[in-house]
């Protein structure tokens, strides 16, 4: 069974641009992923234009991974690795709207990077929190 998330970052006009990631979403996977590896808002935007994802990994490419032949550690994405179509990264106009998205797909947990930090939160109960390795143990 998939731990959903979403993984978004604020944007330089508050708007939020954000992709789905299917598996393994609880914070002592994904979370320590994003904090240990995507503190940079350049990282992070690469990231956003993967789009969907199936699972995150500490990388965002090598040479021969493929859908049906992923290399550990490499993040594995609907597009780029299955072909899929319409799985590009969306643009949230505040984060209301990017929590009530969440709220009403199922994803599990949501994570956020502003203001050179990442934030998180259980879909469906409640506020966001700072994103620490103590959450992520």
Request: glycine share 12%; charged share 25%.
């Amino acid at each position: 069974m998939a731990t959903r998330s979403n993984i978004g970052i604020v944007n330089q006009d508050g708007s939020i641009t954000g992709i789905y990631c299917h598996y393994d979403g609880y914070t002592e996977y994904v979370g320590k992923i994003l904090l240990n590896h995507y503190n940079d808002v350049g990282i992070i935007n690469k990231l956003m234009e993967l789009g969907d994802l199936s699972s995150l990994g500490e990388h965002l490419y090598a040479a021969g991974h493929t859908w049906s032949a992923p290399i550990e550690g490499v993040c594995v994405a609907y597009g780029r690795d299955r072909g899929e179509k319409g799985v590009e990264s969306r643009v949230f106009k505040s984060i209301e709207q990017y929590n009530r998205n969440a709220d009403n797909s199922g994803v599990n947990y949501q994570y956020l990077f502003e203001d050179g930090m990442w934030m998180y939160r259980k879909t469906h109960k409640g506020d966001w929190e700072r994103l620490t390795p103590e959450v992520c143990k």
